[in-house]
């Protein structure tokens, strides 16, 4: 069986955690308010689109009446512990308030939008009651089949909180301090001992989930050191989920765990297919739905860290996402494919999630990618995945 580096594995069998790497100065002395994946200049263009009843930033708002959830009469449904259970599992009957969490917060960033864009204060408001409920509520996340269960709802549920709660904070929406300050205690005290660290077992899209939620906490909270440590840990995470020829024949490996430690594992993790090609992330062997989640929460980090003032479009990093979202608009619709890629098969489809990367590699930096483009208007307006994605032909359009 092949190793991987000597020197990583005595560096790694000497410390079962490893270090996160220094981090330099703070890219900025303060945090950008709205800042987390939407900025106001964002919002703000948006209403302007709105306003001129331009598409497709109109039939994308029009879609959000499709929903139940996106209309002030949804009720929330907090529960004080919410259990998430593997499915598949006899536990999975015994789930409590998952759906629910993420479905309330989802309402909450959705109506939190809608306030933002059209200033009608009823959608605050709801917004507002929302959060609130679950603040007052919420003690705990468990599960008893799935030790990644928390850890993975809670990235679901607290990325998605802090969208909405950062626009209600920073755009006169009347959320009193107390509240605020409510909340606040359960982002620190309940979701990010879970999210914090990320996943060492799970270097996938649960690692992912765990990351942009742990990003979005420190944002909100505004604790620089929490947000610097995230930020050096999440490009680890990148590097060694999106591939590139670049990278030598093998994937770089996740330096953060001590589980994937000869060559046979890290295979294992990518399906041990060998079939490594420009843009394939960890995932896409497994299915393009899982890559979908990879690439939306990848997405969403690099969005909240350009607002911050951290350009990761123009790195290294960035052309990984960039090869990464090009490969995979190709092969959307999944089905039958060469040989040469995952064997010759690709399951299930990729869902929406190309829009704020588009925008920015080729709105802002001016770059061609014509698979993507075909794939991004062909799904517009870009739909909600029910679980931490919803809006983004609204809040990203190019």
């Known amino acids: 069986m092949k190793m991987v580096s000597s020197l990583l594995l005595l560096h790694l069998a000497a410390s079962p955690t490893l270090a996160l790497p220094s981090t330099s100065a703070p890219r900025q002395n303060t945090f950008q308010h709205p800042g987390i994946f939407v900025s106001q ?30 209309k002030p009469s949804w009720g929330p449904s907090p ?37 933002a864009y059209t200033g009608n204060d009823t959608y605050a408001a709801k917004a507002i009651t929302i959060i609130d409920a679950w603040s007052g ?13 928390p850890g993975l709802q809670s990235g679901w549920a607290a990325s998605t909180w802090t969208r909405a709660a950062e626009i209600l904070r920073y755009t006169d929406a009347n959320w009193d301090t107390g509240s605020i300050t409510r909340f606040s205690g359960i982002l620190r005290d309940v979701y990010l001992p879970l999210v914090r660290d990320g996943s060492a077992d799970n270097p996938n899209n649960i690692d992912s989930a765990m990351l942009e939620a742990a990003q979005n906490i420190a944002v909100f909270l505004e604790d ?28 770089k490996i996740p330096e953060w765990t001590t589980k994937y ?19 394939r992330t960890m995932e896409t062997c497994r299915d393009l739905e899982h890559a979908s989640y990879g690439l939306a929460s990848i997405s969403h980090m690099f969005e909240t860290a350009r607002i911050q003032g951290e350009d990761l479009y123009t790195t290294g990093l960035g052309s990984k996402l960039q090869t990464a979202l090009e490969m995979h608009a190709q092969y959307a619709a999944g ?3 060469s040989s040469e890629v995952c064997g010759g098969q690709l399951k299930y489809e990729l869902l ?3 829009e704020p990367g588009y925008a920015q590699f080729v709105g802002r930096l001016g770059r061609s990618m014509p698979k993507t483009k075909a794939f991004v208007e062909g799904s517009r307006p870009a739909k909600p995945n029910y679980l931490f994605t919803a809006w983004e032909t609204l809040t990203h359009a190019s």
């Open 79 to 115: 529960v004080a512990t919410v259990r998430c259970e593997d499915p598949g599992t006899p536990e999975h009957d015994q789930e409590q308030g998952c759906e629910e969490e993420r479905l309330d917060a989802l309402a909450a960033y959705s109506l939190a939008l809608r306030w």
């Open 224 to 251: 620089r050191t929490l947000y610097d440590a995230v930020m050096e840990r999440a490009k680890l995470h990148i590097a060694s989920y999106i591939y590139l020829k670049s990278d030598g024949s093998f994937p």
């Open 352 to 354: 929406p999630v190309a």
């Open 41 to 70: 200049a964002q919002l703000d263009s948006t209403k302007a689109h709105l306003a001129a009843k331009a598409n497709p930033w109109r039939a994308a708002y029009s879609a959000l009446d499709d929903l139940p959830w996106t």
């Open 261 to 279: 430690l000869t060559e046979a594992r890290v295979r294992a993790l990518w399906q041990s297919d060998g079939s490594f090609f420009d843009g």
């Open 335 to 337: 089905g039958p494919v």
């Open 137 to 149: 509520t919420l003690k705990e996340h468990v599960s008893s089949s799935a030790p990644e269960q």
